[in-house]
């Protein structure tokens, strides 16, 4: 069965700090994709990031860095020195190809809630 | 210009009641969706809609009823609303009807609420 975990219901930092929020994720198929979404507190859903099965290059954008280990089945997030502003609750979500080539479903874990004090 | 948009933004009825939310996407995309996100903010999809099919139905009681009268919409419709019902609904979409795993873009939510 396909299943997204992510261990850390809540995480608490200081403005400034590094965090990283894990990912583990279980699926049987061979090709799928991996997504970060963030929700602020003022509960829109952003995407942040999509990684395909295939590609499990570490990829950079600003403060924000991914980690897809295949091995480990764990696509990890790091937000380099922290800004208040990066409080919310992240999710990561899995979507697999159906054979019928119907869409996927995304399944999400239940979210990390990051909270970054000044 | 909103990409995904959702109307209400907040809903307080009663029980009993039928009540629908609309969602909106100027994106172009095929394939639009439901999700249920609970109190404790846990996500599910609900629907989805490729090309005005419906194409997933998750184990949703059949008082929910997605209706799509073109590609642009997907609304949903509830019926003998219930206190479970009480979520924050959120309409995504994504570009094209078959698979590739293209990435979801999610309207803002509906915050429902059932007295």
């Known amino acids: 069965a396909q299943k997204v975990t992510q261990a850390q219901t809540e995480i608490s930092v200081v403005e400034k700090e590094d965090v990283t929020l894990d990912c583990v994720y279980e699926t049987r198929d061979t090709t799928y994709y991996l997504f970060w979404y963030k929700q602020p507190p003022s509960g829109e859903l952003v995407f942040l990031i999509r990684?395909?099965?295939?590609?499990?290059q570490n990829e950079i954008s600003g403060r924000y860095s991914w980690n897809f280990q295949k091995s480990t089945s764990s696509f990890n997030f790091t937000i380099t020195a922290s800004q208040v502003v990066d409080s919310a609750v992240y999710f990561c979500a899995l979507s697999e190809v159906n054979y019928g080539g119907s869409q996927g479903n995304l399944i999400f874990g239940k979210g990390t809630k990051l909270s970054v004090k000044p | 210009d909103t990409a995904v948009s959702q109307t209400p933004k907040y809903l307080v009825t009663q029980m009993g009641n039928d009540k629908s939310i609309k969602c909106e996407q100027n994106l172009g995309h095929d394939t639009m969706y439901w999700y249920k996100q609970d109190s404790k903010k846990f996500l599910k999809i609900m629907f989805s809609?490729?090309?005005?099919?419906?194409?997933i139905n998750e184990t949703v009681p059949n008082r929910f009823s997605p209706k799509s009268p073109d590609k642009a919409h997907l609304n949903l419709h509830i019926n003998s609303l219930e206190l479970g019902d009480s979520a924050v609904y959120f309409c995504?979409?994504?570009?094209?009807?078959?698979?590739?795993?293209?990435?979801?873009?999610f309207g803002p939510g509906t915050r429902l609420t059932v007295l």
């Open positions: 990684r395909n099965s295939f590609d499990e």
């Open positions: 809609y490729n090309n005005k099919e419906l194409i």
């Open positions: 995504a979409s994504s570009l094209r009807p078959v698979s590739r795993l293209d990435t979801q873009y």
